[in-house]
């Protein structure tokens, strides 16, 4: 089931006139409103699209999902819950990744999924009618930085992955889902501490501590375009009201040779972090990054057996107590 809801004031508006899906879960600071959709002038590039751009966020949080599915079910077993869940609010669902990991922790749960992109929510709809999960999935296409939220019913649990970050008014959206959890209910936060990691420190072909360089430039863009990107998120859940019943880091550490999705996982990554970072690097190391980004070229990312995903995430439990 799809309902469409709200509309975004132009000035915040991406091509599609949308706010950047939330998230899947352990998915990418990347945000349409601020990049474009491909490195431009790359081979391969779409030359900002809104449908490849929907298109390729989609495969980097299907890619997602997948390469961490491990990560996602520990998250859901870990949540203080006072008892299992039977209404759950997945905010800035992206294509499914929290979706289904809920409904696989909790076989009595159904979902109410919500983005802002129609692209991801059919995603979402293909897989949950793929995997036999259509009669407990209901989709919600709504702006979830918007003043009024659609009826999103009294959810016992809510789930935010990667979503808080992308939204121009956390605290009112914070506020918004303490006054829809049922008395008792939990808010379960997880966000990013920043783009994973791919690279050992050298390779063949590229200067030492390459990506670390990118990381570097890539934080300053963000700390101007994202500054909620990662924020301390237990302050502003009390202030909305909640009492903070849970904090963790999650630590991830994958090596590439367990997985052949993780080349394609890490390419799709540092495509993205190009975008930030391509006006500011050295030359040397702008052309070192294209070599990796060509996946026919000798030097392709997708050719190497020294990759890894390296990255955290912080995660809260918070719930409404009145």
């Given amino acids: 089931m799809r309902v469409r809801h709200g509309r975004r004031p132009p000035s915040c508006r991406n091509r599609e006139g949308r706010l950047p899906p939330g998230a899947a879960d352990l998915a990418w600071p990347y945000d349409p409103r601020t990049f474009p959709a491909s490195p431009p002038g790359r081979a391969g590039a779409h030359h900002g699209h809104p449908a490849h751009a929907a298109d390729d966020q ?14 996602l079910a520990g998250l859901a077993r870990w949540l203080p819950l006072q ?27 159904r979902v109410t999924a919500v983005d802002t992109s129609a692209a991801h929510l059919r995603r979402l ?3 949950a009618r793929e ?19 659609p009826g999103l019913g009294a959810p016992d649990l809510v789930w935010a992955s990667a979503s808080l970050h992308h939204m121009a008014h956390p605290d009112r959206a914070l506020r918004q889902v303490h006054d829809l959890l049922a008395p008792g209910g939990l808010l379960a936060v997880v966000e990013l501490s920043g783009f994973p990691r791919f690279l050992p420190a050298s390779g063949p072909g590229e200067p030492p501590s390459l990506e670390e360089r990118c990381h570097e430039v890539s934080a300053g863009f963000h700390a101007t375009h994202m500054p909620h990107r990662g924020a301390d998120w237990g302050p502003m859940l009390t202030a909305a009201g909640f009492t903070v019943e849970g904090e963790r880091t999650l630590t991830v550490s994958i090596d590439g040779s367990r997985d052949e999705a993780i080349g394609a996982y890490a390419r799709s990554g540092l495509e993205r972090l190009r975008l930030s970072v391509a006006e500011s690097l050295p030359p040397e190391d702008l052309a070192a990054l294209d070599r990796l980004l060509d996946a026919d070229g000798p030097e392709s990312i997708l050719r190497r057996d020294d990759l890894a995903v390296r990255t955290e995430r912080q995660v809260w439990a918070a719930r409404r107590t009145a």
């Fill in 58 to 71: 989609a495969q980097i949080l299907d890619l997602d999902a997948h390469v961490l599915a491990d990560h």
């Fill in 83 to 109: 008892a299992s869940p039977t209404r759950i609010l997945d905010l800035g669902c992206g294509t499914g990744a929290g979706t289904f990991a809920l409904l696989g922790q909790f076989p009595e749960a």
């Fill in 125 to 127: 709809d293909e897989k």
């Fill in 131 to 149: 995997r036999g999960l259509a009669d407990r999935v209901r989709t919600v296409e709504a702006d979830l930085d918007a003043a009024d939220w």
